[in-house]
């Protein structure tokens, strides 16, 4: 099946760096991939829409400075969380959208990525 | 936007019984609606997914029912095993909404020997 790879799965950090989390389609071209942000047992949380070649599109509340996006090309995309702080400490997941690719990947489907853990200390 | 409501929070059930998790969604523009599983530490995998053409949707186990009237679908896990136990959340999204999906809060799932 589609596979979405993200990186890293767990990352800690001293408050005030900057945390770069990577999200690549293995198998496939996704124009666009998702950013969630997920606390402890709650849903997921949509981020931003992040289109290749273009700004990403951040939903409401999400600062665009504080969590940068990337999307250089069809199979990756980054998320960069600048000067990280305690509470910016969750469970990342990004999602890539299917477009073309190998014949098992549906489009319009979101394929998930493992998730990134990441502790500001 | 769309807003989607999930029950119960939590589940448990005995091996080889039945699991129903229901969702409700509120924008009835809404026309996709998948469910993902996620285990712990893990990323959501999807399992299965209905469009607002079909009423029910089956893949061995699990199946999918839709009633746009009452704009509420529900999962439906039969003879459970233990490595069903996992959080599931169903998700809709809108025609037209760019593909953005509105995820309901998830039900933990424990299938007990």
């Known amino acids: 099946g589609a596979v979405v790879s993200q990186h890293p799965s767990w990352v800690i950090c001293k408050s005030g760096t900057s945390v770069k989390i990577e999200c690549r389609s293995l198998?496939?071209?996704?124009?666009?991939m998702f950013w969630y942000r997920q606390f402890p047992k709650q849903s997921l949380m949509l981020m931003a829409t992040?289109?290749?070649?273009?700004?990403?599109?951040?939903e409401q509340g999400v600062e665009k400075d504080k969590f940068l996006i990337n999307h250089a090309s069809l199979t990756l995309s980054t998320l960069t969380v600048t000067s990280a702080h305690p509470e910016d400490s969750s469970f990342y997941i990004c999602?890539?959208?299917?477009?073309?690719?190998?014949?098992?990947?549906?489009?319009?489907?979101?394929?998930f990525g493992a998730g990134t853990r990441l502790s500001v200390l | 936007g769309e807003n989607v409501e999930q029950h119960p929070s939590t589940l448990s059930v005995q091996e080889g019984d039945s699991a129903v998790i229901k969702c409700t969604y509120s924008?009835?523009?809404?026309?996709?609606f998948p469910w993902y599983k996620q285990e712990l530490g893990k990323g959501p995998q999807l399992i299965i997914d209905?469009?607002?053409?079909?009423g029910e949707k089956k893949d061995q186990r699990i199946a999918v029912t839709l009633n746009k009237t009452a704009k509420h679908f529900s999962l439906h896990i039969t003879e459970t095993q233990p490595e069903d136990s996992a959080v599931y959340f169903c998700?809709?999204?809108?025609?037209?909404?760019?593909?953005?999906?509105?995820f309901g809060t998830g039900t933990q799932l424990k299938v007990e020997l």
């Open positions: 999602s890539a959208r299917g477009a073309t690719g190998a014949v098992f990947v549906a489009k319009n489907i979101q394929y």
């Open positions: 198998d496939f071209q996704a124009t666009t």
């Open positions: 992040s289109n290749e070649g273009s700004k990403a599109t951040y």
């Open positions: 924008d009835s523009a809404s026309n996709y």
């Open positions: 209905i469009r607002s053409n079909v």
């Open positions: 998700a809709a999204r809108p025609e037209g909404g760019g593909n953005k999906l509105t």
